[in-house]
């Protein structure tokens, strides 16, 4: 069953049957509506445009990243990597359970207010653990590797680790719902929002920056290699949820930051050596961690999580 799932779905995504052309022209077009509004912002020299065209090597991750997203490479890997398990689930539970509960709300802006909230609150949950769970932190670093922020970084994520947000996504929609013309303008909001936060538009947007929304400067301070900004502004469209939690961090746009990992291996033998061997450790480290266990010993040999690869590296 698992393996006629696999192929079927291997084939589909592999041959092009169901891709989604709308969401993915849409994607260019708040990438390229960003891209001008940030060149407008700082000027052409400071642009990501510019920036990706000059910076060589270093900035090559984002634009792979943002070419195998585009053209299905991304979910391809994702479905090799965990052999369409979490896929299968995920459609075997979304067939079976749903209690539709925005269904019950009547008004559709209102829909679309909640779902954007809801949403959003999955991501933070989500973006936690992604720094606290040792296995996807090794997959999450490559996000984290990034020496500069360009629009583009926005895209830089590991294949494994997108499909582990679609897994956990499925409780968002169990209780919700999927009406989907109201979750495809959620998430053009979250995307466009991703995209300025991740620019070189270096603003904290004022009293909206620091009550509502996370700012480009408030992610700056997430991206920062200090040890001091560690584990704070995990949100990623409403900075709400770090006020909440104790996570939040005021940024300084006066202050230089210097981006990306402590012991920075990446950005240097190419996009592919890059997510295998991501992977391949985080699969180490999820070994590791199912061994220390059963194991008396409970040293790891691997860094847990993003603190402990600080320490180790200190
Ligand atoms: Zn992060
Ligand atoms: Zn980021």
New binding site residues.
């Given amino acids: 069953m698992l393996f006629d799932y696999f192929i079927q779905k291997f084939n589909s995504v592999a041959h092009y049957d169901h891709f989604p052309w709308q969401a993915m022209l849409l994607t260019i077009g708040v990438t390229a509506a960003c891209l001008v509004i940030e060149a407008i912002s700082v000027g052409w020299r400071r642009s990501s445009m510019y920036q990706l065209a000059t910076r060589g090597r270093v900035l090559h991750n984002d634009v792979f990243s943002f070419l195998f997203f585009l053209t299905g490479l991304t979910q391809l890997a994702g479905l090799l990597f965990y052999a369409g398990i979490f896929y299968f689930i995920y459609g075997q539970v979304m067939k079976h359970v749903n209690f539709h509960l925005i269904a019950s709300i009547p008004s559709v802006p209102l829909q679309f207010f909640i779902m954007l909230l809801v949403t959003d609150l999955r991501d933070y949950v989500i973006h936690y653990y992604r720094h606290h769970l040792g296995w996807v932190w090794e997959l999450h670093r490559f996000?984290?590797s990034?020496e500069d922020m360009t629009i583009l970084?926005?895209f830089r994520s590991h294949a494994a680790e997108g499909v582990l947000t679609d897994f956990f996504s499925m409780i968002v929609f169990v209780l919700m719902g999927v009406p989907a013309e109201t979750y495809l303008l959620v998430n053009l909001v979250h995307q466009a929002h991703?995209k300025l936060?991740?620019s070189q538009i270096n603003s904290d947007w004022g009293w909206l920056g620091r009550y509502i929304l996370v700012s480009p400067a408030a992610?700056r301070i997430?991206?920062s290699k200090n040890p001091e900004h560690y584990g704070r502004n995990f949100g990623v469209t409403f900075i709400i949820w770090d006020r909440l939690f104790g996570t939040y961090y005021e940024p300084d746009t006066t202050q230089q930051i210097a981006f990306g990992l402590p012991d920075n291996e990446f950005n240097k033998d190419g996009y592919v050596r890059d997510i295998l061997r991501s992977y391949f450790r985080s699969l180490a480290v999820a070994r590791d961690s199912v061994l220390r266990i059963f194991s008396r010993d409970k040293k790891m040999t691997l860094p847990d999580t993003q603190r402990e690869s600080v320490e180790t590296s200190l």
């Fill in positions: 996000h984290h990034a970084t926005s991703q936060t991740h992610h997430h991206h």
